[in-house]
């Protein structure tokens, strides 16, 4: 089917950056939307921000003006620059595509954000 691999986690001191990659890979016959989503601690998986097949973007208020989300079509990867870190992004960040001719959303395994006040 479709698969994702984070990278890029880490520890960071709050104002610090980190880039996350994902490379999405498989069986894809149609435009696919691909974003980010995070899961803090005792808290429900939210996604952060979505880019379209058609270049819209949307950012979850929390982390406009801070992160940047981009794709490399031909490299069938997408990134999450995040700028001015905080605590509050602490949690870990999953890899999201929703994949038309599935029909369906898949999850990557997600990698490890912790910053440190």
């Known amino acids: 089917q479709v698969q994702l691999v984070e990278s890029g986690g880490g520890l960071v001191q709050a104002g610090e950056s980190l880039r996350l990659s994902c490379v999405v890979s498989?069986?894809?016959?149609?435009?696919?939307?691909m974003g980010w989503g995070r899961q803090a601690p005792e808290k429900q998986r939210e996604l952060v921000a979505t880019?379209?097949?058609?270049?819209?973007?949307t950012y979850d208020e929390s982390v406009k003006g801070r992160f940047t989300i981009s794709r490399d079509v031909a490299k069938s990867t997408v990134y999450l620059q995040m700028n001015s870190l905080n605590a509050e992004d602490t949690g870990v960040y999953y890899c999201?595509?929703?994949?038309?001719?599935?029909?369906?959303?898949?999850w990557g395994q997600g990698t490890q954000v912790t910053v440190s006040s």
């Open positions: 880019s379209t097949s058609a270049g819209t973007i």
């Open positions: 498989g069986r894809i016959f149609s435009p696919y939307t």
């Open positions: 999201y595509a929703y994949v038309g001719n599935y029909g369906r959303g898949f």
